[in-house]
């Protein structure tokens, strides 16, 4: 065989094997993204589905919802969430406010801090973890804060 038809081959085998390796690696979620009924970050790897967002005064808000995207009531979920700097982190603790989740602390002045928000359906179950990060600016496409952004341009 020639050099030329090797090199060829050998480059046809190249690029195969690393399109499928690509593919193996390739696990993000193609579901439309959503934001919750206030506007906030819906998490939707927990049933109820749950919203968080920040409110002006700066403590988070933890909306569950049904099916049909409306507020319902917590009933036995426990929340907790750790934000801001890494050195000297914000953890969150909630309480029941009507029909919501409401924390007692509030988000650091800033942006861009990464958040953990851990929710168990009930006291006795595993947590579902979501991390993200806690970008405050507004998207000039979607006009949701960016932590909320519907839009593609998120990964």
Same mark, same amino acid.
């Given at each position: 065989m020639k050099p030329s038809r090797i090199l060829a081959l050998a480059a046809a085998l190249l690029a195969t094997a690393t399109l499928q390796a690509g593919e193996k690696g390739h696990s993000h979620n193609h579901e439309k993204k959503q934001a919750g009924p206030n506007g906030g970050r +819906?998490? =939707? #790897?927990i049933?109820?589905?749950? /919203?968080f967002f920040v409110m002006p005064d700066r403590k988070v808000q933890i909306t569950f =919802? %049904? /099916?049909n995207g409306t507020a319902i009531a917590p009933e036995e979920q426990l929340v907790a969430v750790t934000t801001g700097e890494r050195s000297t982190p914000v953890k969150? =603790?909630?309480i029941k406010t009507g029909d919501v989740l +409401? #924390? /007692?602390q509030t988000v650091p002045f %800033?942006?861009?801090?990464p958040v953990v928000v851990q929710i168990k359906g009930t006291p006795e179950a595993k947590a579902v973890v979501e991390k993200f990060t806690l970008n405050l600016s507004n998207c000039t496409g979607c006009n949701l804060a960016e932590y909320a952004c519907v839009c593609d341009h998120q990964p």
């Amino acid at each position: 065989m020639k050099p030329s038809r090797i090199l060829a081959l050998a480059a046809a085998l190249l690029a195969t094997a690393t399109l499928q390796a690509g593919e193996k690696g390739h696990s993000h979620n193609h579901e439309k993204k959503q934001a919750g009924p206030n506007g906030g970050r +819906l998490i =939707t #790897s927990i049933e109820p589905h749950a /919203e968080f967002f920040v409110m002006p005064d700066r403590k988070v808000q933890i909306t569950f =919802t %049904g /099916e049909n995207g409306t507020a319902i009531a917590p009933e036995e979920q426990l929340v907790a969430v750790t934000t801001g700097e890494r050195s000297t982190p914000v953890k969150m =603790t909630f309480i029941k406010t009507g029909d919501v989740l +409401l #924390s /007692e602390q509030t988000v650091p002045f %800033g942006n861009n801090f990464p958040v953990v928000v851990q929710i168990k359906g009930t006291p006795e179950a595993k947590a579902v973890v979501e991390k993200f990060t806690l970008n405050l600016s507004n998207c000039t496409g979607c006009n949701l804060a960016e932590y909320a952004c519907v839009c593609d341009h998120q990964p």
